[in-house]
């Protein structure tokens, strides 16, 4: 089994910035691509950002490029999401999972071995 737990959420003014953190616990091993996902009230879990195990490959829903950077450090078993200039509408929680058997291929389909609790995240205007 795999523990996922999430950090770094709160809240946050339009235009600030928020770095999260998840870190892996458990049997971890290797070669598990991550990703973060977000849920707003009343709405569907969307993709947010996958990031490969090497780190060399991520992917990021369209609208989120170029505010969002997700990022991973292996011997700390953490993946990261740096947000900037954010908005009242990335107001979600943000949770983290993992995925062993597909890759970025299961997460940029909101499919993962593991997830972790989530982390909330409020931007206020």
């Known amino acids: 089994q795999v523990q996922l737990v999430e950090s770094g959420g709160g809240l946050v003014q339009a235009g600030g910035s928020l770095r999260l953190s998840c870190a892996a616990s458990?049997?971890?091993?290797?070669?598990?691509?991550m990703g973060w996902f977000r849920q707003a009230p009343g709405k569907e879990r969307e993709f947010v950002a996958a990031?490969?195990?090497?780190?060399?490959?991520?992917y990021y829903a369209d609208s989120l490029k170029g505010r969002f950077t997700i990022s991973r450090d292996n011997a700390k078993n953490t993946v990261y999401l740096q947000m900037n200039s954010l908005k009242p509408e990335d107001t979600a929680v943000y949770v983290c999972?993992?995925?062993?058997?597909?890759?970025?291929?299961?997460?940029?389909?909101?499919?993962?071995?593991?997830w972790g609790q989530g982390t909330q995240v409020t931007v206020s205007s």
């Open positions: 990031i490969n195990w090497s780190g060399r490959s991520t």
């Open positions: 999972a993992a995925s062993y058997s597909s890759g970025t291929i299961s997460l940029r389909a909101i499919r993962a071995d593991y």
């Open positions: 458990g049997r971890t091993g290797s070669n598990y691509a």
